[in-house]
């Protein structure tokens, strides 16, 4: 189901993924740097999603202002909180990239506000860029020390923005309940040497259903 949600004078395009029966839990997804909401990692982990009950709604919101892109994610929060179509209990945030910086960014805000009523269940961070390529020396690490929901993260272990050891050093960090399940010599772009696109979406899909799992009070109507 396509929608426009309002952002400014602007609308932002999103997608509804629905699952077959009616749910409680629902999963914002978002693009990274480049691309949008029709990046095939995206549109894979929604369909996944949506055929095992969880209602995912993706969007695009180009630019490259983090501050911007963070209002975008609040705005996608606030419409899919007060739709009286679906009445969730609870989202989580997702983001590839850039994306999942923007997530991050909003459960940090969100967090230091009084407003923090437990919509937001958890976070999951793909390809997460904790720094630039070779400029390890500054990390992009200070909303996630803020965050007390439960975050996964899923990297390549040869992500040239997210050195393994500094990722695993900023997680034992983090007060947050969180997991990282690396992808076997991936790179940011989740590309692996000698592994289908599919092979490797169906890994990180898996991942994240069964981390959902864990996270939720599954029910099963």
Same mark, same amino acid.
């Given at each position: 189901v396509k929608v426009k949600i309002p952002f400014g004078n602007k609308y932002l395009d999103a997608i509804f993924s629905l699952p077959e029966k009616k749910t409680k839990y629902g999963m914002i997804l978002t693009h990274g740097a480049g691309g949008d909401m029709n990046f095939p990692h995206l549109v894979s982990l +929604? +369909?996944?999603? +949506?055929?095992? !009950?969880?209602?995912?709604l993706r969007f695009t919101c180009k630019g490259l202002n983090i501050a911007y892109r963070t209002k975008a994610f609040k705005t996608v929060v606030e419409y899919l909180k007060l739709s009286g179509d679906y009445k969730l209990s609870g989202v989580f945030l997702a983001g590839r990239s850039m994306g999942s910086r923007a997530a991050a960014s909003l459960i940090r805000q969100l967090s230091q506000e009084d407003d923090d009523d437990g919509f937001i269940q958890g976070l999951v961070c793909l390809s997460y860029p904790l720094h630039r390529p070779k400029l390890q020396s500054k990390l992009r690490d200070e909303d996630l020390f803020f965050i007390s929901c439960p975050v996964l993260f899923v990297s390549g272990s040869a992500d040239e923005m997210c050195e393994k050891q500094l990722l695993e050093g900023v997680a034992s960090k983090m007060k947050a309940p969180k997991k990282i399940h690396w992808i076997d010599k +991936?790179?940011? !772009?989740?590309?692996?040497? !000698?592994?289908?696109?599919d092979d490797v979406m169906e890994e990180i899909n898996a991942q994240v259903f069964s981390w959902l799992r864990e996270n939720i009070e599954w029910e099963h109507k």
């Open positions: +929604a +369909a996944y999603l +949506a055929s095992h !009950g969880v209602l995912c +991936a790179n940011h !772009g989740m590309a692996v040497k !000698g592994r289908t696109t």
